[in-house]
């Protein structure tokens, strides 16, 4: 059974910082691309994140590079996403998410498996 589990959310005050993980489990390979998507309430679900888990390769929206950093977790299956320098318009549900290699990370269209989501939430 695919699982996606995010952690490592909650509340920081502007300009602190965040480390969300996602641990992935029940793929029977492990060749894909994970991402990191968010939707604020009344606004559509934007990727913000993604590495690729064979080339490594990453992704990043244009308003969050600099300050997000994405890194596959070295002990298991799964990525974590560091948040430095949090930013108000950085308060949203944060998604974890599994797309097959070549997938956009732009948008969710490619991506089939999802985790529960997490709060991120700054405090100016």
């Known amino acids: 059974q695919v699982q996606l589990v995010e952690s490592g959310g909650g509340l920081a005050q502007v300009g602190g910082s965040l480390r969300l993980s996602c641990a992935v489990s029940g793929f029977s390979v492990y060749n894909f691309v994970i991402a990191w998507f968010r939707q604020a309430p009344g606004k559509e679900r934007e990727g913000v994140s993604c590495i690729d888990t064979v080339t490594s390769a990453t992704y990043y929206k244009d308003s969050v590079r600099g300050r997000f950093a994405i890194s596959k977790d070295s002990a298991r299956y799964g990525v974590h996403l560091q948040i430095d320098n949090v930013r108000p318009e950085d308060t949203a549900t944060y998604y974890c998410?599994?797309?097959?290699?070549?997938?956009?990370?732009?948008?969710?269209?490619?991506?089939?498996?999802w985790g529960q989501g997490i709060q991120v939430t700054v405090a100016s």
């Open positions: 998410a599994v797309g097959p290699v070549g997938s956009s990370c732009r948008g969710p269209a490619d991506f089939g498996s």
